[in-house]
């Protein structure tokens, strides 16, 4: 079947395989083997989630845009092997960037970037910061994007507001009778809801400069290079669209600053590794201190809040629903998710004064 939907892209030479790929939640990934004239070729083939993304077109319009966008910057920066630092699509026969198939579902191929690998949790300081330059970097690139090229993929994504709605309505309905395993989750998920209320503010004031941002910008969305580490290229462009960046920053903290995975089912082992934080502080800043206003560099652990609670929140709503958006192994996998975030945002809590500092130490306001 995988062999028949990438036969309609422009690829050559013979199929060799197809294996399911990486940790996403979302979309159904594949790595796709070629041999043309005796080199094997590799290929990463995805379909979009249509539940998830509502307008496929617009996920392939946004990712368009930002990989043309960056192309373009680092060609004007004189950089070599462009391919090598942003994922390039593979054309259909039909000339467009993506196929659709008889299920009206939507895929695209991109090259995959030899020499590179990505982790679920960090192991070394080293990755930590690295990872983070890639992120900035990227941002760095995209400071110049014009908003009004861009639509949201997905309505209201980090609104925190609207998902918090959306999880007290899913509580009262409480559809499958799941609210009663989880009274110690939602006292907890009470006790932080304030944090909701100065995103809001600063949004609605018009406070935050608006940009384009990743807004998925998860450990295992950066490829690393095997041999020196570097952060290549960001990956996973499904979510770029006009946004701020707490949550870019808040997203990679929550995903690197725990030694263990998001469905760690011992959560005495999750905590905010301040070393970790550190490392990731100065790669982002380094890349972006001189671009970020002193309002977001002064929220920025903020944002990180922000993050860790609405992953919580969110990873709760669909365990009450049933398992409806998440990919899940197994049927406690969303609460046990939610509970890391909820053991995460504790430690937070406890090392905000630590972290507060850390910033300033690599905060130089130009602006
Ligand atoms: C999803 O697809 P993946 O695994 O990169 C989700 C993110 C969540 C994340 C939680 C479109 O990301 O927002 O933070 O799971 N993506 C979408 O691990 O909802
Ligand atoms: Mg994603």
Redesign the pocket.
């Known amino acids: 079947m995988i062999e028949k939907i990438i036969s309609n892209f422009r690829i050559c030479g013979d199929f060799i395989e197809a294996k399911p790929f990486g ?5 159904d990934t594949f790595l796709v083997s070629y041999n043309q004239a005796g080199i094997e070729v590799k290929y990463i083939l995805r379909k979009i989630n249509k539940y ?1 993304f509502k307008n496929p077109e617009v996920v392939i319009q946004n990712t368009v845009n930002v990989i043309s966008h960056i192309t373009e910057k680092l060609k004007a920066e004189g950089v070599k092997e462009i391919s090598n630092y942003v994922i390039q699509l593979v054309k259909s026969k039909n000339n467009n960037f993506h196929y659709i198939d008889d299920n009206k579902d939507y895929w695209c191929a991109v090259f995959f970037i030899e020499n590179t690998y990505t982790v679920e949790s960090v192991r070394t300081e080293e990755q930590a910061y690295q990872a983070a330059k890639a992120f900035g970097r990227f941002q760095k690139l995209l400071i110049d994007a014009e908003l009004n090229q861009y639509k949201d993929t ?1 309505p209201n994504f980090h609104n925190l507001d609207s998902r918090l709605i959306v999880f007290d309505k899913a509580l009262e309905k409480d559809e499958v009778g799941r609210a009663k395993k989880i009274e110690e989750e939602l006292e907890k998920a009470k006790l932080y809801r304030n944090i909701s209320k100065k995103i809001t503010d600063l949004i609605k004031g018009n406070e935050l400069p608006i940009r384009i941002t990743h807004n ?1 910008t ?1 450990i ?2 950066v490829m690393l290079n095997k041999e020196t580490n570097n952060g290549q290229c960001v990956i ?1 462009l ?2 770029v669209m006009p946004g701020t960046v707490l949550y870019d920053f808040g ?1 990679m903290v929550r995903t690197s600053t725990s030694p263990v995975e ?1 469905d760690e089912k011992d959560i005495s082992k999750v905590t905010m590794r301040i070393n970790i934080f550190e490392a990731l502080v100065k790669g982002y800043l380094e890349e972006l201190s001189d671009v970020l206003t002193e309002l977001e560099i002064t929220n920025l652990i903020y944002g990180v809040k922000v993050i860790v609670y609405e ?1 919580a929140i ?1 990873f709760l709503t669909d365990y009450i629903m049933n398992d409806v ?2 990919n899940i192994n197994y049927s406690e996998h969303n609460l046990v998710r939610a509970r890391t975030q909820i053991a995460l945002l504790e430690s937070i809590e406890e090392q905000t004064e630590a972290m507060e500092k850390i910033v300033k130490k690599y905060a130089y306001f130009n602006n």
């Open positions: 940790n996403g939640h979302i979309n998830v997905i998925d998860k295992n969305n996973d499904d979510t997203d998001e992953q969110r958006y998440y």
